[in-house]
C-alpha cells in the first residue's frame, strides 16, 4: 500500500504519468517539463487562446466552437466550406464533434494552473489558510472562494465578477458606485449616478454588457477581416513558392544553354584571333621569303655581271666564242614577270589579310550580344504620361505629357483633393499593381528633382513630409545642393559617388517588392535598391524646384536634353 501511495505521489498531474525532468513553481507545485510546452498545444488557432468547448472537423483539426461556427459562417455563401487550418474543402458545412479527451485535457491543464495564486487573489473570510478566490463581489468589497460563494447573498445588488485586488478600478472614481452602463459619447464606462445627475447626464448610454457584444461584434468583424488577409497572404506566398519553383526548373536550363553559348563564343572568338594573328605574322613572313628570293637572283645576276665583263675584256677571239654557258648569259627576263606579280600582290592586297571575314565575325558577334541583353532585360520601358490633375499650380505639363517644367507664373487650374498645394510635385496618370516596369527620365535641365515611386495615398496639402521619399508612401532619387541621394521615410541615404549621366532609370518589380534606380552611363550602373512589401499600386512621381525634368522612352538611346 505504501508503494501505491508513493506512486501517486509522484506522478505529473498534468500528464498523469511519473515526473520526467521535474520542476516546480512559486507555488510549490511540480510538474514534468514537457507539460510546460501544453499549452501551445491547446490553443485554438483562430483566437490563439486555449479552447473552450472543443470540437474538431473531418479534417482532425480542432477548434473552439464559437471560433470555428464564426468562421463557417463567414463562409456561408461562397460556394463551399474550408477548415482555416489545412485549407481542406468541404461542399457542405461540416458537422461539429465534441472533442471529449481534448476538452478533458484543457480542464485538468487549467485546473493545475497557479494564476489565481500567484495572482495573489485569496478568500478574504479564510482567514486560517490561504484559499485561492474564484470570484469577488463588488457590493461587499470581498473575494470569495467555493465554499463562501455558495453561502453568499443572492440579491441584485450583489455584482460578482473574476477575481480582483483591484475592486476601486470597477467603481466609479467619482461617486464610488459601481460602473454599470457604457456611455458610447464620451466611449467610457460609468456609474448610475453619472448617468442621471454627472457630466453625462442626457448622453446615450448603454449597460455594460450590451456594449461589450457590441464591441466583440466589432471585434469578430476585425478578426474575421484578418483571417480573410492572412488567407490571401497564404495564397500568394504559395503562388509564389510555386512561381520560384517554375523558375528553378527553367533556370537549370537557361543555365545550360547560356553556358553552352559562351563556351562557343569563346571558341570562336579564340579561333578569330588565332586567324588573325596568323594572318598578321604571315605578312610580314611572306615578304620576307620574297625579299630573300631577290637577294639569291640579285647576287645570280652579280655572278653573270661579272663573268660577262670578264668575256668582254678577254683579247683571244678563240677563247670568247668557245664559251659555253653564253646563251644563259644572255636570258635576263628568266622569273621577271612572276617576280613583279609577287611584289604588286604583297604591296596592294595587304599580304592576305581578310579584313572584310574579320569585320563580318565580329559584327554577327555584336549582334548575338544585343540579342542576349534583349533577351536577359527586364522588359520595354512602360509609357508614362504625366497626370495634369495631379501637378501642382507652379508647375507647366507639355502638351505630350512627358516634360514638366517649374514656373513663376500660376496655371490657375482648379484646386482639388488629387493635387498637390505645397510642394511642385506631380504623378503618373498610370498606376503598377503588379509585374516588372522600369521608366527613365532627362533629369539635365534641373539642379534640384526628386523622381521617384508612390502610392496614390500620399498627403497632397500636406508640410516637409508630403515631398517624394519624405514620408512611408514613396522612394525617391533626390538631388539638391549639387548631392545626390535616396531616401524613404524621410530616411536619407547620401550616394557614395554621382550619377555621370543626366539620365536615369527607376525599375519596379512589385511582386518582388523593390525598387530600383540606375545611372544610365555605358556601362549601366546601380545606384540603390528599396525592399518592401507593397500595399498599394504605385505611381511614378517628380518633384521640380527648378529648370525642367523628361520623361524618356525605352531603350538606350539619347533623350533630347530639356530646355
Not at 255 to 277: H, P, Y
Amino acid at each position: 500500500m505504501a508503494s501505491a501511495n508513493l506512486r501517486a505521489e509522484l506522478e505529473c498531474s498534468v500528464c498523469l504519468n511519473i515526473y520526467t525532468d521535474p520542476v516546480n513553481l512559486r507555488c510549490g507545485h511540480n510538474f514534468s517539463m514537457a507539460s510546460g510546452d501544453l499549452r501551445a498545444e491547446l490553443e485554438c488557432s483562430v483566437c490563439l487562446n486555449i479552447y473552450t468547448d472543443p470540437v474538431n472537423l473531418r479534417c482532425g483539426h480542432n477548434f473552439c466552437r464559437v471560433c470555428i461556427d464564426l468562421v463557417l459562417d463567414t463562409q456561408e455563401g461562397s460556394g463551399g466550406y474550408s477548415c482555416p487550418e489545412c485549407r481542406e474543402k468541404f461542399p457542405d458545412r461540416p458537422a461539429l464533434q465534441r472533442n471529449i479527451t481534448l476538452r478533458n485535457i484543457v480542464e485538468n491543464f487549467l485546473s493545475v494552473q497557479p494564476d489565481q495564486e500567484e495572482s495573489g487573489v485569496f478568500c478574504t473570510h479564510c482567514v486560517d489558510s490561504s484559499v485561492p478566490a474564484v470570484r469577488s463581489c463588488l457590493h461587499c468589497e470581498v473575494s470569495l472562494c467555493d465554499k463562501h460563494l455558495r453561502v453568499h447573498k443572492k440579491s441584485p445588488e450583489h455584482i460578482l465578477c473574476d477575481p480582483t485586488l483591484s475592486m476601486e478600478s470597477r467603481k466609479c472614481s467619482v461617486h464610488k458606485k459601481i460602473l454599470e452602463y457604457y456611455c458610447t459619447e464620451d466611449d467610457t464606462c460609468i456609474c448610475v449616478s453619472c448617468s442621471l445627475a454627472g457630466e453625462h447626464r442626457g448622453h446615450q448610454v448603454e449597460m455594460l454588457g450590451e456594449a461589450s457584444e457590441k464591441k466583440k461584434e466589432t471585434l469578430r468583424n476585425v478578426l474575421q477581416e484578418l483571417l480573410t488577409k492572412r488567407e490571401e497572404t497564404e495564397e500568394r506566398v504559395q503562388s509564389l513558392q510555386e512561381h520560384r519553383r517554375k523558375v528553378e526548373e527553367e533556370a537549370a536550363g537557361d543555365t545550360e544553354r547560356v553556358t553552352v553559348l559562351f563556351r562557343d563564343l569563346r571558341r570562336r572568338l579564340e579561333d578569330l584571333e588565332k586567324r588573325v594573328l596568323r594572318e598578321i605574322s604571315g605578312r610580314a613572313e611572306r615578304i620576307s621569303i620574297f625579299i630573300r628570293d631577290l637577294e639569291i637572283k640579285k647576287e645570280e645576276l652579280s655572278r653573270k655581271l661579272r663573268h660577262i665583263e670578264e668575256l668582254c675584256n678577254m683579247m683571244d677571239p678563240l677563247t670568247v666564242l668557245q664559251e659555253s654557258d653564253t646563251g644563259d648569259l644572255c636570258d635576263t627576263e628568266d622569273g621577271d614577270n612572276e617576280d613583279r606579280e609577287r611584289r604588286e600582290k604583297l604591296l596592294h592586297d595587304g599580304g592576305g589579310l581578310d579584313v572584310a571575314g574579320i569585320s563580318h565575325t565580329l559584327h554577327t558577334l555584336s549582334d548575338i550580344i544585343t540579342e542576349v541583353n534583349v533577351d536577359f532585360y527586364i522588359q520595354r520601358a512602360a509609357d508614362i504620361l504625366l497626370d495634369v490633375n495631379t501637378a501642382h499650380n507652379n508647375l507647366h505639363i507639355s502638351d505630350d505629357r512627358k516634360t514638366v517644367s517649374w514656373s513663376h507664373r500660376n496655371q490657375n487650374r482648379p484646386e482639388t483633393p488629387e493635387r498637390f498645394q505645397n510642394y511642385p510635385q506631380v504623378l503618373s496618370s498610370q498606376s503598377f499593381s503588379s509585374g516588372r516596369h522600369y521608366w527613365e527620365v532627362d533629369v539635365g535641365g534641373s539642379d534640384v528633382w526628386i523622381v521617384g515611386m508612390c502610392y496614390p495615398s500620399i498627403d497632397r496639402r500636406g508640410g516637409w513630409e508630403s515631398r517624394i521619399g519624405y514620408n512611408k508612401k514613396s522612394w525617391g532619387l533626390v538631388r539638391k545642393d549639387d548631392q545626390y541621394g535616396v531616401t524613404h521615410d524621410s530616411k536619407e541615404i547620401l550616394l557614395p559617388t554621382n550619377p555621370s549621366n543626366n539620365r536615369v532609370r527607376i525599375d519596379l518589380d512589385y511582386e518582388a517588392g523593390r525598387i530600383s534606380f540606375y545611372d544610365l552611363c555605358d556601362p549601366i550602373r546601380l545606384l540603390h535598391t528599396f525592399t518592401t512589401t507593397f500595399t498599394e499600386p504605385l505611381h511614378a512621381g517628380i518633384y521640380v524646384g527648378r529648370g525642367c525634368i523628361k520623361i524618356c522612352g525605352g531603350g538606350m538611346g539619347r533623350c533630347e536634353k530639356s530646355a
